[in-house]
């Protein structure tokens, strides 16, 4: 199969290195699925530019996210899998070196999902770590209908799922966002409100839309850089669950004032959250993404030469939506 890898951590266009890789076969338990859509992350640029840490393996195929079609089954797999297009995340991860960015790869079945028809596989591709931590981070501390949910980022990629899962779900959800085009983006999204935080005082404008009660549930982008809002949005008893905190890795808590509120403030890494979590996350997700009412959000297409440009255009940070490399094309 062609691929591309790295055997070094670095830029992508000095380490990524494109060729021939044998052919994976399914093992017990696996689907071996021809990959039509490897979904680019900020996590799959950590990895390969070593900000994550050493490699854990002398050989890492990049990219953890993806949509294909079931080729084959391994042994104790249903063969109806043989031929279904299907979306699928946790390709390349810790205790996995080859991922995506591939034309075949071997996947626990139990790390896929069928796709349902009328969405692509670019689409298909946008879901895995993105929707799947929008997914856990809002519903972890339970349901949200008939509740006030804050989004902080509720234009990124992350973020617009969140919107879009809480919408689905029943809430009323206030967005934070950084420009008139990200802002619109909230509302096509289902924000009821949005605010601009470059422009306006996020606490003060909640305290507005809630009657000063604050919100039910905040799902956080950046804890540490928004911690001092965060904490005069949020309502007695309620809960954060954050899932980034680049502002401030290492942010000066106030214990005091979180305690008082007696809230809930939850991390969220994906591939260590409960499995069950996760199982219920890809059934959810694949139910809404059936009904037709979504927006996913692919912000370029690449070929698999391409590898490197494609992980260049996350790194700048200007994308809207995720970054698809296609293996097939």
Request: aromatic residues 6%; hydrophobic residues 40%; charged residues 20%.
């Amino acid at each position: 199969m062609k691929a591309i890898w790295y055997d070094r951590t670095g830029p992508a266009r000095e380490v990524f290195q494109y060729g021939d890789l044998p052919d994976p076969a399914p093992g017990r338990g696996q689907a071996l699925i021809r990959i039509m859509a490897s979904g680019v992350n900020p996590a799959d640029t950590y990895w390969r530019a070593g900000a994550a840490g050493p490699m854990p393996y002398p050989r890492i195929v990049p990219n953890s996210d993806g949509a294909g079609l079931v080729e084959a089954v391994g042994p104790g797999v249903d063969p109806a899998w043989v031929g279904k297009r299907v979306w699928f995340y946790n390709g390349q991860r810790n205790g996995r070196a080859f991922g995506t960015a591939a034309e075949l790869i071997e996947l626990d079945v139990d790390l896929i999902r069928e796709l349902p028809p009328g969405i692509s596989f670019a689409e298909g591709a946008t879901l895995g770590i993105p929707c799947m931590t929008a997914h856990r981070s809002l519903f972890l501390n339970g349901p949200v209908q008939g509740r006030l949910v804050l989004v902080t980022g509720g234009a990124g990629a992350v973020g617009h799922y969140v919107v879009q899962l809480a919408k689905w779900a029943g809430a009323t959800v206030i967005a934070t966002v950084s420009s008139p085009e990200k802002a619109e983006r909230a509302r096509q999204g289902g924000a009821d409100h949005v605010i601009d935080y470059r422009r306006e005082d996020v606490a003060a404008r909640i305290a507005e839309i809630t009657g000063g009660e604050g919100v039910h549930h905040v799902v956080e982008v950046d804890l540490g850089g928004n911690l001092a809002a965060t904490l005069k949005s949020v309502r007695m008893n309620g809960s954060v669950a954050y899932y980034a905190t680049r502002g401030d890795p290492n942010p000066a808590f106030a214990v005091g004032a979180a305690m008082r509120l007696n809230l809930a403030i939850t991390g969220v890494y994906l591939p260590s959250s409960p499995h069950e979590a996760r199982r219920r996350a890809q059934d959810d997700i694949t139910r809404w993404i059936a009904t037709g009412e979504r927006i996913l959000s692919v912000a370029g297409l690449y070929p698999l030469k391409d590898c490197a440009a494609a992980h260049e255009a996350v790194e700048a940070g200007t994308k809207v939506g995720t970054v698809v490399v296609e293996p097939n094309s």
